[in-house]
T-cell receptor, first 119, second 115 residues
Framework: GAVVSQHPSRVICKSGTSVKIECRSLDFQATTMFWYRQFPKKSLMLMATSNEGSKATYEQGVEKDKFLINHASLTLSTLTVTSAHPEDSSFYIC???????????????FGPGTRLTVL | GNSVTQMEGPVTLSEEAFLTINCTYTATGYPSLFWYVQYPGEGLQLLLKATKADDKGSNKGFEATYRKETTSFHLEKGSVQVSDSAVYFCALSANRGSTLGRLYFGRGTQLTVWP
């Protein structure tokens, strides 16, 4: 199947700094990508839908100024955690849908995730 | 709205035991249903899917049938292996509307298989 990569896989930062996480579709183009946050022993929470060429759509309760999303090209979306605090520590996962477009039947391909630890 | 309720874990089984992980859903319209698996330290991978009522998804010995009358999509495997140890997520995807394509996940079930 298609491959989605994330970089970095792990990051440790000090409180107050900003961290950028990249999500790339390696062998296909994705108009839409999704960003999830996974808490320990809990499910994935959709944070936002990243749209190439337009603004991201954020889920209720997710601070758009805190979690900046930029879909710079058809193969790259970035999530920047601004002024990170310890409560932002989590596992962040991105996905891109099959055929690059969000469709109900379409499989989604997930990145391996980024473990963020804020000290 | 759309939501998925998944059997709480963890589930611990001996090798070759029968596995069932229950999953029920609520949805507007007719969603597609998925099971994803997450092996330790890895991202989620699609295990199987079903796109309409009575469809059966199957892969690697796992099966799940889309039951519209009971709004269920239970995951089963007749004989589990140690290598099946992972976290399993049930998910649905809306097939229309503004939420087209987004996945709604259950909370995940940790499966541990002992030799």
């Amino acid at each position: 199947g298609a491959v989605v990569s994330q970089h970095p896989s792990r990051v440790i930062c000090k409180s107050g700094t900003s961290v950028k996480i990249e999500c790339r579709s390696l062998d296909f183009q994705a108009t839409t990508m999704f960003w999830y946050r996974q808490f320990p022993k809990k499910s994935l929470m959709l944070m936002a839908t990243s749209n190439e060429g337009s603004k991201a759509t954020y889920e209720q309760g997710v601070e758009k100024d805190k979690f900046l999303i930029n879909h710079a090209s058809l193969t790259l979306s970035t999530l920047t955690v601004t002024s990170a605090h310890p409560e932002d520590s989590s596992f962040y996962i991105c996905s891109a849908p099959q055929f690059g477009l969000a469709g109900g039947n379409n499989e989604q391909f997930f990145g391996p995730g980024t473990r963020l630890t804020v000290l | 709205g759309n939501s998925v309720t998944q059997m709480e874990g963890p589930v611990t089984l001996s090798e070759e035991a029968f596995l069932t992980i229950n999953c029920t859903y609520t949805a507007t319209g007719y969603p597609s249903l998925f099971w994803y698996v997450q092996y330790p330290g890895e991202g989620l991978q699609l295990l199987l899917k079903a796109t309409k009522a009575d469809d059966k998804g199957s892969n690697k010995g796992f099966e799940a049938t889309y039951r519209k009358e009971t709004t269920s999509f239970h995951l089963e495997k007749g004989s589990v292996q140690v290598s099946d140890s992972a976290v399993y997520f049930c998910a649905l995807s809306a097939n229309r509307g503004s939420t087209l394509g987004r996945l709604y996940f259950g909370r995940g079930t940790q499966l541990t298989v002992w030799p």
